[in-house]
């Protein structure tokens, strides 16, 4: 029970973080709906063939999907770099609870929250340029599983960051390095599949080409293969963080009381 509960509080505190620094978080919010604005203005003036057909509503869909990748990469590992910084990382290894499940809910937390920031960021972006997306409910299993490598990777760059403890600029490079590989077709860069979102991309189009049913859309080469290869990322994160952690310990980077 002392899980649930601490779950519950872990996702309130976020929620509290957010509405304690308003200004903060409408800007941040603004910042992303802006990014999109001058990315659609700068297509529009210089490659308006590109936004043929649904053009438009596949730049809301990769925006968006760039957004999930970028926002959870950078919470998660500045997570643990600011702890590591402002040296509490070590309390947070004798609680009673566990480290590993503090870490657990601070990325399901966060997932959440950034999701809900996801939503108000779409409707804006919707309403600016009078375009909508038509919300397919099996969106939310491809991202669902696609997420498992996003959290992936962020536990590598938060192990990492147990060791480096700014690791701003490495987390940038990283994610818009993912970025520009999910536009690249996996045609012709096999190892696409190594990183996040990957086939999760190619899949919502899929959706949407295809009208898959549920069952459809398991049997599917791309997700079979995508669930595959974000399980295997998530698996690997996890022991990489579980590696960084102990050298932590050894070299006496974290305190082990």
């Not at 696609?146 to 536990?155: R, T």
């Not at 189009?205 to 049997?219: F, G, K, P």
């Amino acid at each position: 029970m002392r899980y649930v509960r601490f779950f519950i509080f872990s996702f309130y505190k976020e929620l509290l973080n957010k509405i304690r620094y308003p200004i903060n978080t409408v800007f941040g919010i603004i910042g992303w709906w802006v990014i999109f604005l001058l990315l659609f203005l700068g297509i529009n003036i210089f490659g308006p063939s590109l936004f043929e057909g649904d053009g438009q509503v596949n730049l809301i869909k990769g925006y968006i999907l760039w957004f999930m990748v970028m926002a959870n990469l950078q919470e998660i590992s500045d997570f643990i770099s600011e702890e590591t910084k402002i040296g509490t990382i070590s309390f947070l290894f004798v609680q009673p609870i566990g480290f590993s499940w503090i870490v657990f809910a601070k990325v399901i937390n966060k997932f959440i929250i950034i999701s809900l920031e996801l939503v108000i960021i779409l409707f804006a972006i919707m309403l600016s340029i009078d375009k909508y997306v038509v919300f397919n409910k099996l969106y939310v299993v491809v991202v669902l599983v696609s997420m498992l490598s996003i959290w992936g990777w962020a536990l590598i760059l938060g192990g990492i960051s147990l060791l480096i403890q700014k690791i701003d600029s490495i987390v940038s490079i990283i994610s818009i390095t993912f970025s520009l590989i999910a536009v690249i077709p996996k045609e012709k860069f096999y190892l696409k599949i190594i990183f996040p979102f990957s086939y999760g991309m190619d899949l919502i189009y899929s959706i949407d080409a295809n009208m898959y049913s549920i069952m459809q859309l398991i049997r599917t080469r791309e997700f079979i293969m995508g669930t595959v290869s974000s399980l295997a990322i998530l698996l690997f994160g996890l022991f990489v963080f579980s590696l960084c952690k102990k050298t932590a310990i050894r070299k006496g980077i974290i305190g082990y009381y």
